[in-house]
């Protein structure tokens, strides 16, 4: 946004506390911050205050005024910077701040924002990774129409539209729209592939409809056998060349080392994957069932047993079920630059965990190039019966405001991308209600990273959400997430928000969600390193009678180093029965850790000893509990958020979870239009 000049105002107009600053800076230039919301009245600056930690930075918005600002730091430059947008960069030094906003026509209208730096040492190193998930700056708002679709065209449905669709979308310049009437849309005759970096957009999912004559109510046999939509060159990609690190990878680096050359090098922006094998082998099982498959670290923890047990996955085959084979620690990378005297890879974003050339670690080149900068907007999906809408070889691409029910296998599914939004949507009501992989909201897999999901409603289903050999640097950001159920057995709980279901996921970030529980199984294998941060976790779903297991957080066997800070448990006035611990699945608990649903369900005690639990409040004791071990009494406002969420209203309170403020919960904007029955369109 372009800055404008401003009459000279006198000194002694502007608040004292920012004279110090504009004697130093005169406001030469300014710029409206944010969304403006009403004219004159006193200025109020979003949020009213906030945490951060040194050094990191954080947008402020403006509201309740339509006069450009000024700027400033009260404490001036020991209290760190601010730019005319309201960009501020707080300094080394801890302590409490205060920014600045004043008006540029009418000087007496002005306000503040508390600003507290805090360095956040509750996340140890190894716990903690940097989440920027999904496309910088946001989904980009495109409005250069290239082709209209129109279902009148293609009798309202009666008449396939696949080739229509996908006409207009091969001839469609990048950046630009093709927009799809009102109506319905048949999708039959092959799948519709947004194969290159454009948006295919309806007329909103309460009008515009892309059906196929799949997946059937009550059945799990498959009709048309394909997903409606698919975002990448192709369905199915047979594994590239792979070439070893020539040293470790460690976390946090941006640079490795190939030990060969790639033929042809590599080039900026090209996506990779890097990965590594497990070190699996036999260990003993510590539940007591003999032995089981797993790595020596317990990094990696396959459902394999010594002797069988009946349900093992089967081997070797379920070791490539979602990753290459054996290689289920992965992530998906994007290329900065190579050099090819040193064989020596940059990439655009660090390593979220160690991959380590004793472990064979390899980058592994695709056959495909990635579809970048495409998505899809606006529209509803029913009927896919091998997914729905799938992200297939991805990059910064995205869904944004679409409506996904009726399907078989995945809602949406994530597999082999990097940095892809699924957002603003609503997702819920697969076909078959049952385990097996036919009924599940949103799947990550194939190494998927830096993926976000924000701002979601994700219900009725049996799994709201899986994650499979992947998720790396992903945050799962205030999603609306409830009744996960079994059709034929409603009163097992579900598991709910999760990063779970195949073993390798690591490094999910879930912030700011509402959901029925947090959880980890270990049906297909162990995830680890996850971070629950300010959610609320009620415990209970809400269309069902629940039976067992009742937990508001849980983790299962062989799920180690979680992290819990900053949760709001439980519900207040709904605990009777309640414990705050339990080793007994059957009793309904505030905190479920090392849970396992095999007789003589035993509980895995490193779990335990392996999860943080810091600053959470539950409606049980109705108190804040905090880890004796570290002092820190307070927590930043968001782990991955540098600014006002634009998907919060204003007159919503945000963090809306606050378990050490006086109100511990205020609104959550997915929550709000679920309870309203609105879910595309915001209460205020």
């Known amino acids: 946004m372009l800055a404008t000049a401003v009459p000279a105002i006198a000194l002694t107009q502007i608040p004292i506390a920012t004279q110090h600053l504009l004697q130093a800076n005169p406001p030469i230039a300014s710029s409206p911050v944010g969304e403006l919301a009403g004219q004159g009245g ?29 700027w400033a730091v009260q404490e001036g430059p020991d209290g760190g910077s601010v730019d005319h947008f309201g960009n501020y960069t707080a300094p080394a030094d801890e302590g409490t701040y205060h920014v600045v906003a004043t008006s540029l026509v009418d000087p007496s209208q002005w306000g503040t924002v508390t600003v507290t730096v805090n360095a956040f040492t509750a996340l140890a190193d190894d716990r903690r990774t940097v989440w920027t998930p999904g496309i910088p700056g946001g989904i980009p708002a495109r409005s250069t129409v290239c082709a209209y679709v129109d279902a009148a065209t293609f009798g309202h449905g009666e008449q396939d539209a696949t080739d229509g669709i996908q006409a207009a979308i091969d001839t469609c310049p990048p950046d630009q729209v093709v927009l799809l ?74 640079s490795v080392q190939l030990a060969s050359a790639p033929p042809g090098g590599l080039s900026p922006g090209q996506i990779v994957l890097i990965d590594e094998l497990s070190g699996a082998a036999w260990q003993p099982d510590p539940a007591g069932r003999g032995q089981i498959w797993a790595a020596p670290d317990w990094r990696v923890v396959y459902q394999r047993h010594n002797p069988e047990r009946g349900t ?58 990635h579809v970048k900068n495409a998505g899809v907007e606006d529209l509803k999906l029913q009927g896919g019966d091998d997914g729905q809408l799938r992200f297939e070889w991805a990059a910064y691409s995205w869904v944004a405001r679409v409506e996904n ?53 994700s219900v009725d289903a049996d799994k709201v959400m899986v994650a499979r050999c992947s998720g790396a640097g ?15 057995n409603p009163g097992w709980v579900e598991i709910g928000l999760n990063a779970s279901h195949m073993v390798g996921p690591h490094h999910v970030l879930f912030e700011g969600n509402y959901g029925f529980n947090w959880d980890s199984d270990k049906t297909h294998g162990n995830s680890i390193y996850h971070t629950v941060f300010r959610n609320h976790l009620s415990g209970q779903r809400r269309d069902y009678t629940d039976g067992a297991p009742r937990r508001c957080a849980g983790a299962g066997y062989y799920s180690y180093w979680m992290s ?121």
């Open 312 to 369: 093992d996955d089967p081997w070797p085959d379920a070791a490539g079920w979602f990753s290459r084979q054996d290689r289920v620690t992965a992530e998906v990378k994007e290329v900065q630059s190579y050099d090819p005297m040193t064989r020596t890879v940059t990439f655009t974003s660090p390593f979220h965990i160690d991959y380590r050339a004793s472990h064979a670690a390899q980058l592994s080149v695709y056959l495909h190039t």
């Open 564 to 684: 819990f800070v900053g949760n709001v448990l439980g519900l207040s006035g709904q605990m009777s029965g309640w414990s705050y611990e339990s080793s007994n699945w059957t009793n309904p608990t505030i905190w479920l850790l090392g849970w396992d649903d095999w007789a003589p369900y035993p509980i895995d005690p490193t779990v335990r000893s392996t999860a943080l639990r810091h600053g959470n409040f539950d409606y049980l004791t109705n108190s804040v509990n905090w880890d004796p071990n570290i002092s820190e009494r307070s927590m930043p406002s968001s782990l991955y958020l540098t600014q006002w969420p634009a998907f919060f209203p204003s007159s919503y309170a945000w963090p809306w979870v606050d378990p050490i403020g006086e109100d511990k919960l205020y609104r959550l904007p997915a929550k709000a239009r679920y309870d309203a029955g609105t879910p595309f369109v915001q209460p205020p």
């Open 405 to 457: 029910t009726g399907w078989l296998n995945e809602g949406f599914a994530v597999n082999n991308s990097f940095r892809v939004e699924i957002r603003d949507s609503y997702v819920h009501t697969p076909v078959w209600m049952e385990p097996g992989g036919a009924s599940y909201n949103i799947s990550l897999s194939e190494g998927s990273a830096e993926i976000l999901i924000e701002n979601n409603i």
């Open 181 to 254: 009437s009102a109506g319905t849309f048949t999708i039959n005759d092959d799948i519709v592939y947004l194969n290159r970096g454009v948006t295919l957009r309806g007329a909103g999912p309460d009008s515009t409809l892309l059906q196929t004559n799949g997946a059937t109510p009550g059945s799990y046999i498959p009709g048309v056998s394909k997903p409606i939509i698919i975002i990448g060159p192709v369905r199915w990609d047979p594994d590239g060349p792979a070439f070893d690190l020539a040293s470790d990878a460690p976390k946090g680096a941006t």
């Open 474 to 488: 992903s945050v799962v950001g205030y999603n609306y997430v409830d009744d996960g159920h079994i059709g034929s």
């Open 42 to 70: 006193s200025l109020s600056i979003l949020p009213s205050s906030v945490e951060i930690e040194p050094l990191s930075s954080f947008t402020f918005a403006v509201s309740g005024i339509e006069d450009p600002v000024s």
